[in-house]
Structure formats: structure tokens, C-alpha cells
């Protein structure tokens, strides 16, 4: 019989990432929750553990995917958001912590409003994160959710039905089709906003595993969803209708000043904990 903290400390030492040893730690409490069912507690108290022989060869061989930089989320096929977790895989991204804050910005919008009944949209939804997040914490809402991306859409319909979470799904291009529904409150959306050129920068784990069609957009045009969704969403909001996007940090002023050249007020962006833009929101 092995102790758990033995058999965490073999796990770790068989990671040859060069992540700080923190980060490390963190993906293995990940790993060791999932598959074994042990928790921070458990393994600081060397809790015994017996494990089969397949438990040590996945161990392993999980330990050899990370090593390949594959995102830990992929490998187990779950990433936590707002509190609930997400069936993910390589046709979807990884919810990010910073794409919680569209959600406080939209229940701080009820609230102001009184009204949560509110009628959403949520336009490039992935995993669904965003949209069924947004039923779990207003359930009186309406909540609609579009991709270009029928693999996205499989994996969000079922995010929803696992999480109880009643949200119509929608495979849409909002490049080249107009958003097939009217007297919205809301259109909340994460497009892709990162440049191709930007991709030098990015983290191999990125590169390699998420999908390029949630992610990037041309140098020349990288405000290419940006355009079409203020423009499509301005024609839907009811008045005093809110819009809200996730975006490029480089590119925050350029956003706003997408959003008041097509009539939104009150645009405003918002900073995420780093310090760097990461939200637009404007009042129709």
C-alpha cells in the first residue's frame, strides 16, 4: 500500500514541463480529483491508497500527454467555469477565467435593469459556457446560443442537458447571415480576436491542441467579428439593450470606437485582473 502524497510526488516528478512548480501542482490536483478522487486535504494527510496496476499506467501515461504540452482540461475532458464544470475536446476552447467577468458585467445588467427575464444571445458559444452559465444564475432568462462549428454545437447541447440548463442552440456563420432573432436584451459574445501574427507569442499548449477557428482572425482585419457583431446586434437589441464582448488586449480603444461609430452609448471597457482590457459593453 502507497500513501497519497508518495504517490503525488512521483507524479509531479515525472512532469518535465518547465512551468513554475506551482503551476505544476495545480494540473496535478486537477489529475489526482479526476482520477482518483483525491482532494488538496487528502493528499497533505499521505491518506493510503492501493492503486491497480491500469491506475499507475494511466497515471503515466497522462503524465507523458502533458509533457507534450496537451492542456490537462482536454486530457480529462473537463474544465471548470463559473463554478460548474464543462465537458471539453480539441473542437472547442478552454473556458478562461477571465471570460467570467461578461457574466458579472450581465448580472450586474439585470440587477440595474430589475428585469431577468432577459432575452440573450450569445454568439460563437463553444463549449457553451457563457450561455448556460447565464441560465443557471437567471433562470427566468431566455437564452439562445449560435456557432459556426456543428462540433461546437454538439459539445455545448451537451454541457446544457448535463447541467440542467435549457438553452436553444443555433449553427450560424454571423459573418455572412443576419442573428435570426429580434428584441433582444442582451448579445453577449467571445469571438476569435487573436492576429495570426500574434502566434509566435502564444504558448505551444495553445497552438497545438485549441481549435484555430475560435481563435484567430487576419492581421489585416482583426476586427473582423467585432464589425459584423455590432453592426447585426444594434439592429436587434430593444433599447437600452446591452451589447458585450470579450477582446484583444490590444485592441480595446479600437473596439469602443467600433461600438459608438454604430450608435451604442455608454461604452465602456472594462479591465481584467492583469490590468489589460478585456471587455467592451455599450447601451443601444
Not at 45 to 62: C, F, G, H, R, S
Not at 173 to 192: E, F, G, K, Y
Not at 203 to 226: G, I
Amino acid at each position: 500500500m502507497k500513501n497519497s502524497k508518495t504517490v503525488f510526488q512521483d507524479f509531479i516528478a515525472n512532469i518535465t514541463l518547465k512551468e513554475r512548480s506551482d503551476e505544476i501542482k495545480s494540473i496535478a490536483h486537477l489529475v489526482f480529483a479526476k482520477m482518483l478522487r483525491l482532494d488538496r486535504t487528502d493528499i497533505l494527510a499521505a491518506k493510503p491508497i492501493t492503486l491497480t496496476p491500469e491506475q499507475e499506467e494511466d497515471l503515466y501515461a497522462i503524465a507523458q500527454r502533458i509533457n507534450k504540452h496537451e492542456p490537462v482540461q482536454y486530457i480529462l475532458g473537463e474544465a471548470e467555469f463559473f463554478g460548474h464544470l464543462f465537458t471539453v475536446n480539441t473542437s472547442v476552447l478552454i473556458p478562461r477565467p477571465e471570460t467570467e467577468f461578461l457574466i458579472h458585467e450581465i448580472l450586474h445588467y439585470a440587477n440595474l435593469q430589475k428585469k431577468h427575464n432577459l432575452k440573450i444571445l450569445d454568439i460563437g458559444t463553444g463549449s457553451g459556457c457563457i450561455p448556460i452559465t447565464l441560465k443557471k444564475e437567471l433562470p427566468e432568462a431566455s437564452v439562445t446560443a449560435t456557432d459556426i462549428s456543428l462540433d461546437a454545437l454538439t459539445v455545448a447541447k451537451e454541457n446544457a442537458a448535463t447541467l440542467h440548463a435549457p438553452v436553444d442552440f443555433i449553427h450560424h456563420d454571423i459573418l455572412a447571415q443576419d442573428i435570426p432573432q429580434s428584441d433582444l436584451d442582451v448579445v453577449v459574445s467571445n469571438p476569435p480576436y487573436i492576429a495570426q501574427a500574434e502566434d509566435t507569442a502564444m504558448n505551444s499548449n495553445v497552438l497545438q491542441y485549441e481549435p484555430h477557428l475560435a481563435l484567430f482572425v487576419p492581421d489585416d482585419d482583426a476586427l473582423k467579428f467585432y464589425k459584423a457583431i455590432a453592426v447585426k446586434a444594434r439592429e436587434v437589441l430593444v433599447q437600452g439593450g446591452l451589447l458585450i464582448v470579450e477582446i484583444n488586449e490590444r485592441f480595446g480603444y479600437e473596439t469602443a470606437a467600433l461600438l459608438k461609430a454604430n450608435q451604442f452609448h455608454q461604452v465602456t471597457i472594462i479591465k481584467d485582473l492583469d490590468g489589460k482590457d478585456r471587455i467592451v459593453k455599450g447601451i443601444v
